[in-house]
């Protein structure tokens, strides 16, 4: 399935802060989690990531610190912040709303 | 993030690293992130069992154009623009001499900031190519 731009630059947001809600992570690691969770049908620009993990930094919604990684290089690792969890309620409900509607107007058109 | 053993791979990777630090919108540390991230996806695909080659190929090839990602750098941290116009090119350089330069860089920051808000049809069109370039595939 090809997903629209739009609709994967959207779904960024919410996907990175559930994904850090479930535990600290880093760049690459939220990555091979996004393609496991969406069958690998959401398919990111690797580098794309980390833009967004930046802006959501500045926001407040997720804290960074490098830290030593088991290969003795250092890694920088995310967490959501109490701001973030705020951020990801909101988002939550506002794609629970656009996905009942569409739902409604599905299954209108399967019992016709 | 593994160190490898493969030679050319490091000669790769330093020449990619390379490339990555002459683009002003990343920093010290965003390049550091993102090797970081490349030397982790080529430690997967060689466990995979790809050649040092391959695997080179496919993970620049996933990080993206470095181009447009250089773009979302800058707009992810757009404080950081005015110290790339002011601070950047004469980091190197001793304080006295640097003044006027900033006073010149100052001048035509401004002068091109007032050349972009004339032109409105201009930078519509300038705003949809920034907004298209949010390079998820």
Not at chain 1, 34 to 51: C, F, I
Not at chain 2, 55 to 67: E, H, Y
Request: glycine fraction near 8%; charge should be neutral; hydrophobic fraction near 40%.
């Amino acid at each position: 399935m090809n997903m629209s731009k739009d609709l994967v630059a959207a779904s960024a947001t919410p996907l990175v802060l559930a994904i850090l809600a479930e535990g600290d992570s880093y760049g690459y690691a939220i990555i091979k989690r996004v393609t496991e969770l969406s069958g690998g049908h959401l398919q990111w620009t690797d580098g794309m990531l980390y833009p967004v993990l930046h802006r959501l930094e500045r926001q407040g919604h997720v804290a960074a610190k490098w830290s030593a990684s088991e290969n003795g290089r250092r890694r920088r690792y995310y967490r959501i912040t109490r701001e973030g969890r705020a951020q990801l309620a909101s988002q939550r409900q506002q794609w629970q709303v656009v996905d009942g509607t569409l739902r409604g107007i599905w299954m209108k058109e399967c019992r016709a | 993030m593994t160190t490898f053993a493969d030679e050319p791979l490091e000669e790769q990777i330093a020449q990619w690293r390379a490339y990555v630090r002459r683009q002003q919108s990343f920093h010290g540390p965003d390049a550091e992130e993102l090797e970081g991230h490349l030397r982790d996806q080529l430690a997967a695909l060689t466990e995979a069992g790809l050649t040092g080659d391959e695997a080179f190929l496919v993970a620049v090839k996933r990080m993206g154009n470095l181009d447009s990602l250089s773009r979302e750098f800058a707009r992810a941290h757009s404080e950081r623009l005015w110290k790339q116009l002011v601070i950047a090119p004469d980091a190197n350089e001793p304080a006295n001499t640097s003044h006027t330069e900033m006073l010149v860089v100052l001048g035509l920051a401004v002068a091109a900031a007032s050349a972009i808000k004339v032109p409105g049809a201009v930078l519509g069109t300038a705003v949809n190519a920034l907004n298209s370039t949010v390079d998820f595939p």
